[in-house]
């Protein structure tokens, strides 16, 4: 099983990015899927969750910004982002908790980050 993240880059203060974060594998089912970050310096912290059911959380810095969503029949998930700001510069990790084909229990997988930098 692999989580791909892609969608970084470059933006000016106000501008937007989508990124997205494709599982891949032997799959049978994923469960809750989130976006986390990490600015130099700083600890892992969590950007926006979403369940298998849509059910939607935010960090309270970038809600009314930033939009999660996934497409359960891609195995992809999302994150919109626009009005950003100088501060939401950091490596983006995508994470899922997923069944694989054949296991008994569901486990944590994490991407392998995408790069974000808001700067002018």
């Known amino acids: 099983v692999q989580l791909q993240a892609s969608g970084g880059g470059l933006v000016q203060p106000g501008g937007s990015l989508r990124l997205s974060c494709a599982a891949s594998g032997s799959i049978f089912s994923i469960n809750a899927m989130g976006w986390y970050r990490q600015a130099p310096g700083k600890q892992r912290e969590l950007v926006a969750t979403i369940t298998s059911g849509d059910s939607t959380n935010y960090a309270d810095s970038v809600k009314g910004r930033f939009t999660i969503s996934r497409d359960n029949a891609e195995n992809t998930m999302y994150l919109e982002m626009s009005s950003l700001k100088p501060e939401d510069t950091a490596i983006y990790y995508c994470?899922?908790?997923?069944?694989?084909?054949?296991?008994?229990?569901?486990?944590?997988?994490w991407g392998q980050g995408t790069q974000v930098t808001v700067s002018s």
């Open positions: 994470n899922a908790v997923l069944l694989r084909s054949g296991s008994t229990y569901a486990r944590n997988y």
